[in-house]
Each structure stands twice: as structure tokens, then as C-alpha cells.
């Protein structure tokens, strides 16, 4: 299990291991909490034969180092690959990710950038049959609009094993206007 830190306005910081979790809450840096699962830690044992323990919500909040991290979302395939659920948006498939390209929807020849807003998930066959062409132009529309991920979408994208606590507070602030891809 990862914990999700939060700075104290409520934005994502980082996803942390439980003992660095264990270690703010020692040193009294945790101000709330936000998760309902929790994991309990054991530690030693005292001269009364008690045991030491300490209970770790899985999300956070913490005073300390603020990360402004509203600009610094990496596109690369791992991430595009599961904001578009493995999906060539083209055909609708699902595929590995060993299956799958980076389409530019404006092709890079063309003057195409590679941004979140013009890259989509195809598979071999249709990034081949598109080639330097658009979406348009190939006949080929795609069946989600791309888009850049915000903060808590970014954190979506970090993590193959989030909790559903964790996911209902980061769900609960995805883009209005997002457009994810259903399967």
C-alpha cells in the first residue's frame, strides 16, 4: 500500500511509502486525514510486554515541503497509455502496451508537437494506416478527445494500485470537461 501525501491546502504531493508515512506522523508533520483505509504498524515491545503501534490513514495531509506540481505532468507512454485505458482510439481496441504506439493526431512531419493534447493511443495497424496524415484526412476519427491530466489525474496515472478511498478522492477532482476513454 502507498499513501497519498497531500500538502495542507489538500493538493497531492506524492505517493509515499507507509514507514516515510510512519515518519510524519512521529514527528507531528501529519495536520489530517483523509482516508478510510487505514494499515496498522507494530512496532517494539516495552517492559510491560506491550506492543507499540501506530495507524497509518491512506491519505494525508502534511505540513511541511509545499511541491507546486500544476505544470510538471511527463507524457510519456506509460501514463498516455492508461489515460486512454489501453485503447487504440482508433479502432477501440484493447491491447498490451507492448502492442501499442503513440499516435501524434497532428503529425510531427506536419509540424505536430508532442503534447498531451495532440497524442492518442493507436495500435501498429492504425498508426500504419493513418501515417502522416490527420485523423480526418486518414477517415479515421478518433473516438476520445485528448486531453492534458490535471494534478490528481497525474496522480491517477502514477500508481497501478490505488486504493478505492484513494480513487474516490482523486475522481472527485478530475476535469469537468475530461474526456476518458470508457471501457
Same mark, same amino acid.
Given at each position: ?23 510524519? #506522523? ?29 495507524? %497509518? ?17 511527463? %507524457?510519456?507512454?506509460?501514463? %498516455? ?51 502522416a496524415r490527420t485523423p480526418e484526412e486518414a477517415?479515421?476519427?478518433l473516438l476520445a478527445v485528448p486531453f492534458r491530466?490535471?494534478? #490528481?489525474?497525474?496522480?491517477? %496515472? ?26
Amino acid at each position: 500500500m502507498l499513501v497519498l501525501r497531500l500538502n495542507k491546502a489538500g493538493m497531492p504531493q506524492e505517493w509515499i511509502l507507509p514507514e516515510e508515512a510512519a515518519r510524519l #506522523y512521529c514527528q507531528q508533520k501529519v495536520l489530517f486525514e483523509l482516508g478510510q483505509r487505514s494499515l496498522t504498524l507494530h512496532g517494539g515491545w516495552d517492559h510491560q510486554g506491550n506492543q507499540s503501534r501506530l495507524t %497509518l490513514s491512506s491519505i494525508i495531509a502534511c505540513d511541511g515541503k509545499v511541491t507546486d506540481l500544476n505544470g510538471k505532468i511527463a %507524457l510519456n507512454n506509460r501514463y %498516455l497509455f492508461r489515460r486512454d485505458n489501453h485503447l487504440c482510439l482508433y479502432c477501440g481496441q484493447t491491447f498490451r502496451p507492448s502492442l501499442l504506439t503513440r499516435d501524434h493526431i497532428i503529425p510531427r512531419s506536419r509540424g505536430g508537437k508532442d503534447r498531451w493534447t495532440n497524442v492518442a493511443t493507436a495500435c501498429a495497424r492504425c498508426n500504419h494506416a493513418k501515417g502522416a496524415r490527420t485523423p480526418e484526412e486518414a477517415n479515421m476519427p478518433l473516438l476520445a478527445v485528448p486531453f492534458r491530466p490535471n494534478i #490528481y489525474e497525474r496522480f491517477y %496515472l502514477m500508481n497501478r494500485r490505488i486504493l478505492a478511498d484513494q480513487m474516490a478522492f482523486l475522481s472527485s477532482h478530475f476535469s469537468q470537461q475530461r474526456h476518458w476513454v470508457k471501457t
